[in-house]
């Protein structure tokens, strides 16, 4: 069970670290592309290679073990009141 939320986190957090990149590398196309049609045409291009590149690493995933442990800043720490 905490291997699937594991396994669940790192592909979401893979997933943002991969938007993140593909939304940077089209700010700098838009920059450089001299024409919205070209830019059009690549950003098609670079979204259908980063939502490829999600789901293969979210396959990939499928076939490991996979234990989140947190760094002390995400650790949360409950005490009881008396």
Known sequence: MANERSREKI???????ITKMFESILDYAQVACPTPDTYKVLRSKVLRVGNNCIRSLKLKFDHYEIEFIPST??????KQSQ
Do not use: M
Request: hydrophobic residues 30%.
């Open 11 to 17: 592909k979401r957090e893979a997933e943002e670290e």
């Open 73 to 78: 800043e995400e650790v949360i720490e409950f």
